[in-house]
């Protein structure tokens, strides 16, 4: 797609602006956001907005973006770089592919790592549920499901409601939060239930 198109389109789930990197933790959060979502790609030296500043120290901003790839990225990402000329200013291009690796870490200021994913133009904190379908689905072994009192109950409650919380799965059948999140993982796995993350709130519907 034209560079153009895409900046005039503006951020969204694969796309992120940034006019320059000024922190490694911060840009490793949206390229592992990135790999453990369809991939995206970061536009050095372009504003919020969609304004081309321009990339000052194109060197730098390499430096930084490989320092965060390989030491707060975990596993490691390879960035794949790409230079572009906008009326004589630099835009640099990073493209950060799918990974078959998922999920990735990143590594927080407060020194723990976390697992982010992409919802709209953000990176979010990835909850438990999320974290376990990644682990379980770059796995590759298949679910075998077992319909017990307990799924089926859940499923008839997602019948008439539509949507439903982890919480309000733990009230509905009386089981700790543990096993409600080991079941939800199992039925998003065999494709049975979906996912639906927002910056608020996460719940599922059914397929």
């Known amino acids: ?26 840009i490793a959060r949206t390229m592992v956001s990135f790999a453990n ?17 321009g990339v000052k120290a194109e060197d730098e901003e390499r430096y930084m973006i490989t320092k965060a790839a390989h030491f707060f990225t975990r596993p490691a990402l390879e960035p794949v770089f790409e230079e572009v000329y906008f009326d004589d200013k630099l835009v640099l291009i990073v493209d950060i592919p799918e990974s078959d690796e998922k999920p990735h870490y990143s590594l927080a200021e407060d020194g723990k790592w976390w697992v982010y994913i992409r919802v ?5 904190l990835a909850s438990k549920v999320v974290v376990d ?3 379980r689905s770059a796995d590759d072994k ?17 019948d008439k409601e539509e949507r ?17 999140q080991r079941i939800i993982v199992d039925l998003v796995l065999s494709g049975i239930l979906r996912v639906h993350t927002t910056e ?4 599922y519907t059914a397929s």
């Open 1 to 26: 797609m034209n560079l153009k198109r895409q900046i005039f389109e503006g951020e969204g789930v694969s796309l992120d602006f940034k006019k320059t990197i000024t922190s490694c933790e911060k």
């Open 37 to 53: 979502n369809i991939g995206g790609r970061l536009l050095i030296g372009v504003l919020d907005d969609g304004t081309i500043k």
């Open 120 to 124: 709209k133009d953000k990176s979010v």
């Open 133 to 135: 379908v990644l682990k």
């Open 142 to 158: 298949g679910v075998l499901i077992e319909y017990s009192s307990k799924e089926k109950a859940l499923l008839e409650h997602l």
């Open 164 to 180: 439903i919380t982890v919480k309000e799965f733990c009230t509905l059948l009386n089981i700790g939060r543990r096993r409600a």
């Open 200 to 203: 608020k709130e996460e719940f």
